[in-house]
């Protein structure tokens, strides 16, 4: 089934690792996004990518960092975890950003002690 | 920049009962908006949207929104609900032009109960 995979679903880590979500879609999407998800927060936009090779801060972007080496993968890095990174994460896709129609991977529940 | 206020953190109702969940919105230019579910343990799935054209949208499961420009308000409603409602849902708004990025409101529980 096409969509959007994301590794891992869960995840403990402790303050000071280093950690990197994955997230592989299949629908050949240029534009691709990272989400954190907090209770009464919503939703924040952490980085995205309009193509293949370039990438963009988004609302919160510190402590975090992205590539996009290619069209289907976005990985997310988190160098040094805190526990203020403590959050499920979500990577979206869409083949035309401006009208909106965002597809969601079901989420990374990521916990730093 | 554009942001988005969803008063309501959290709704009950009863099934069969009609609902309301508000939005509101904030944006110096026009805009797309949008309205998204997250169903537990699930990703944000599109629930409908508002391009341009009639000023009400329908989703296929019975949910609408119209969306008022001299209110800056795109509230969602459906006249009766079912137990299979309950999620959150989340309204987002974007910029007309450019490589647009959503801004999503901070969600609103529906909770149905029997």
């Known amino acids: 089934i096409a969509g959007i995979t994301q590794a891992p679903t869960s995840q403990i880590l402790a303050a000071g690792r280093r950690m990197t979500l994955r997230c592989t879609q299949d629908?050949?999407?240029?534009?691709m996004y990272w989400y954190r998800q907090d209770l009464g927060l919503g939703l924040r936009l952490i980085h995205y990518s309009n193509t293949a090779g370039t990438t963009g801060k988004g609302e919160v972007p510190d402590g975090y960092s992205v590539s996009r080496a290619n069209t289907d993968d976005f990985p997310l890095t988190l160098a040094s975890a805190v526990p203020s990174q403590t959050s499920v994460y979500f990577c979206?896709?869409?083949?035309?950003?401006?009208?909106?129609?965002?597809?969601f991977g079901e989420g990374s529940r990521l916990t730093v002690l | 920049a554009q942001s988005v206020t969803q008063l309501d953190s959290q709704v009950p109702v009863f099934e069969e009962a009609p609902v309301e969940l508000r939005c509101n919105y904030s944006s110096s230019v026009s805009v797309y908006l949008f309205w998204y579910v997250q169903y537990p343990n699930q990703g944000l799935q599109l629930l409908l949207k508002y391009l341009s054209g009639s000023t009400l949208v329908k989703s296929i499961n019975g949910f609408e929104a119209e969306f008022n420009k001299s209110q800056t308000s795109f509230h969602l409603r459906k006249p009766s609900v079912h137990i299979s409602d309950t999620a959150e849902y989340f309204c987002a708004v974007s910029g007309l032009t450019g490589f647009q990025k959503l801004v999503f409101g901070t969600g609103t529980r529906l909770l149905v109960s029997p």
């Open positions: 979206a896709s869409t083949e035309q950003p401006n009208t909106g129609e965002l597809f």
């Open positions: 629908m050949r999407h240029n534009a």
